[in-house]
């Protein structure tokens, strides 16, 4: 279900931040990936005879644990010290944001908070931190983008001669 969550995000995302022009071939995109999700999903009912497979049956059973799922979001910011690179990147997204390069930060945050409210929601996983690996490829620019912006501030201006 995760899958379907960051697809549909980030699509939407993308349709939101696209020219006008380029919209009908996202909603191509959209409905193609909507195809290939239903054709699954109809697939797993016919074939298995359930909606959902049955990892996601056993590990979460319909219920939902956030207090389980915040332990294990904090166990993860602990374990990868978050607070030292997050404003890094909450800084290269600000900096792209006013340059005009909404791309990157808006699908960033269209996949990783969605996500991250759904790993929150069922509990986390029982492997180490495995559903948060998604984020690191996306908030790993932005975090090269915050230090070179926090670089260029906190170099001192060349005396002229």
Known sequence: PDGALVAGACLATAFALAE?????HLLASALLCAAAVVA?????????GAWLPNTW?????????????????????LEYSLWLW??????GARSRWRRGDRALPALAAAAVLPHAAY???IGGDH??????????PLLYLLVADGRAVAAAQSRPARARC
Do not use: C, H, S, T
């Open 20 to 24: 006008p022009k380029n919209r009908r």
């Open 40 to 48: 699954q999903l109809g697939f797993r009912l016919a074939y298995y």
């Open 119 to 121: 790993v929150i929601a």
């Open 57 to 77: 049956v056993a590990k979460v059973g319909g219920e939902i644990w956030p207090a389980r799922g915040l332990a294990y979001a904090e166990a993860f910011a």
């Open 127 to 136: 492997f180490e931190y495995r559903p948060f690996d998604l984020y690191f």
């Open 86 to 91: 997050l404003p890094f990147a909450a800084i």
